[in-house]
């Protein structure tokens, strides 16, 4: 090659091999990860329950009868029993897999969008904004998550909206914490310093650098709180400040069937055996989500 | 010079204006104190003098040699020069315009680049080779098709085929090939000066070599400039026309390679000369030639930085600062011993007329 060139002599258009990306490598990982797998399955087949619930469910989930008040496990016609007003257990509980899933679902992605925001601003700016940011959202996150979500939800009044929003605030700070450690660390690295030696805009190092690096770990963070979420949905609704009666929700059946706890106490435990298997499910999914995500190369 | 972009601008273009006499850059004053976290709250505000007033010049086209213990500033130097980080005071001229002020920092920035130390800390694991190099064009308003065929114009002179290498993804690559990477990055916005920090120092001798000679092959091509900082004093001989010397950030000497490497005037100098190892067994050093740690940076001596390990101090040497001044046209020192009339009892004495 002669010293001084003038054309691009490199070839250029071909076809570059091109290497399998993070992410299809995290698929890879996470499909030969048998329990994850499981998990994403119930959790789907879950989805699909509340999707199809009118269809599934053999009863009116509504419809009581006083005569067949609080049957066992295995009756005939009711194979998970009846309520303490007669409907159907499994109508009941195939219907409240919607609002369960809604309620423990819905604020997680919302606070994620936000505290993730909120966190990567904080971490990539650093020092008084930084400060300024992070002990604000302290405030938040010095109050118990269960007390701060319970004394939201009783300011703005019983009711799903209301619900969903208190537990959309109780995770913000959450998430922003995580956000903010990440970018932190992911700041001080090289590559971002040769952005910025190249004049890149804030912006832009934020979108090509930081993002791509930060949004993995907060991801699996954020679906860790959905179990969590599950959790503290159906404990605003034990205690009536989410969900209203008559709708179905596990959280909040829990509460009403609290009273056949002695007369009845396996078809009173089934609610909370279903908030069990779905947050179950959500926390070893983000486990094994973590798990295909931490592996170099 | 390479011409990627297109016909010559009848202006000339930022770094050739002053003429070949005009340093590329003009360091001077540079300062930059960082504040001791936990101090200054109810207590003494404290600070770290990483670097503690500095002037030199890069000549165009040549290689600076930067030496010193590890903490002596080499890297703040860097990064200052960098704008990486903003100094607290002193002026960086580039071609006789002031960086920041008539030479506007995005003008600046294309043409001083650098390469890092740590390779693969310094590539973005979810970028492709190809989508890094082509990233700080792009950010200059360079279409994408024509960053990825700069690209693999830079990959394919940096010795990686781009056919083979332009998709793959950091650490799919060796320590070696990711260094030639990061210089095909460096070089990527056709910069005049490229600052080389510890750039070869991780890398196992061979490659060392090979890094190198492309280092000296890419520099006559392009017409480039070296800032190159290191700890390894052969590989500075073999790659440096200057050199300079620094010790808890001060200039403890600088000057021509030959003067430095042959006849240094600062004890210092010679000192950290005399640590390098020696091919001949019969010239080992026996000795260390000097002991201890450097003082703390955060409450430096007085007088001369370097009094508590030099074997020559003297009272003069606690009380008075040595200015870096010139001893000839091709070596200056910061040392009260080459001053004329300093006060120090080695020090040439000139009689008044």
Redesign the interface.
Known sequence: MS????D????????????P??WSNVLRRLIRDPVAMIALAIIVILVLIAIFAPYIAPYDPSKGSVIRRLKPIGTPGYIFGTDELGRDMLSRLIHGTRLSLIMGVIPVPIAFIIGSTIGIIAGYAGGIVNTLIMRTIDVFYAFPSVLLAVALSGALGSGLTNALVSLTVVFIPQIARVAESVTTQVRK???V?????????AA?IIR??IL??VLGPIFVFATSLISVSMILASGLSFLGLGVRPPDAEWGLMLNTLRTAIYSNPFVAALPGVMIFITSICFNLFSDGLRTAMDV?? | MINLVGEPSPILPVGERGGPAQPLISVRGLLKHFPVKGSGFLKPKKVVHAVDGVDFDILKGETLGVVGESGCGKSTTARLLMQLITPDRGEILFDGESAGETLPLSEYRRQVQMVFQDSYASLNPRLTIEESIAFAPRVHGVPAAKAIARAHDLLHRVGLEPVRFAGRYPHELSGGQRQRVNIARALALEPRLVILDEAVSALDKSVEAQVLNLLLDLKRDFGLTYLFISHDLNVVRFMCERVMVMYLGKVAEIGERDAIFEKTRHPYSSALLASMPKMNPGERTLEPPLSGDPPNPIDPPAGCRFHTRCSFAEDVCRQTLPPLSRISGAQSAACLMAMTNSGHSRAPVQMEA
């Open positions: 010293a001084v060139t003038t691009i002599d490199a070839p250029v258009g071909v076809l570059v091999a091109k290497s990306g993070f690295l090289d590559y310093d040769a952005a910025r030696a190249s004049g890149a805009s832009t090509v650098h791509g690096n170099k190369s």
